[in-house]
């Protein structure tokens, strides 16, 4: 149950923050095409780049919970289709937050003008993230077999998924 929580740009005070989860999800090598030895200063310049990118934080009274960041899934005339990526603190999980910036997002980017959503690139053995856009109306466009090397897994897909806006 999310109480109190309020999604606002996230600011460079936010990132220690944000890294404190941001560090071990993309360590773990499971969810995101980073690498996963990247440092504190590669991911803030990726996550909290300048516009067209825009980078939010969900906060609740204990701090930083997730967050997200949306920007243009190409440039120019592919730029009307926005894209995102999400994080939420792993001992936050289930609570809905995921959630509530995915809706935040959709909303922002539709009011920005943007006339789609794409993500480019969902793990397929990411089940609670394509439970998620699926819900939020997200389709599965296709998948590319064996893209994503699973540290635990091995070669999995990865997921197109698309929704209009």
């Not at 204990?62 to 899934?73: E, I, L, Q």
């Not at 120019?76 to 609570?95: I, K, L, N, Q, Y």
């Not at 959503?117 to 466009?141: D, H």
Request: glycine share 8%; proline share 7%; charged share 20%.
């Amino acid at each position: 149950m999310l109480l109190a929580m309020v999604i606002r740009d996230a600011r460079i005070e936010d990132w220690p923050a944000i890294w404190s989860f941001f560090q071990p999800i993309v360590e773990a090598g499971e969810t995101y095409c980073y690498p996963r030895d990247l440092s504190s200063g590669e991911a803030k310049a990726r996550w909290l780049a300048p516009p067209p990118s825009r980078s939010v934080v969900a906060l609740d009274a204990s701090g930083v919970a997730g967050t997200a960041r949306m920007y243009p899934n190409q440039s120019g005339p592919g730029s009307h289709v926005a894209s995102a990526s999400f994080m939420v603190d792993p001992s936050r999980a289930g609570t809905g937050i995921g959630r509530m910036l995915g809706e935040y997002v959709l909303e922002r980017a539709r009011a920005s003008g943007f006339r789609a959503m794409q993500f480019n690139a969902v793990v397929e053995t990411n089940a609670p993230a394509v439970a998620l856009w699926r819900s939020l109306g997200f389709e599965i466009l296709a998948t590319v077999p064996e893209a994503f090397a699973h540290p635990r897994v091995g070669d999995v897909g990865l997921h197109v998924m698309y929704r209009r806006l």
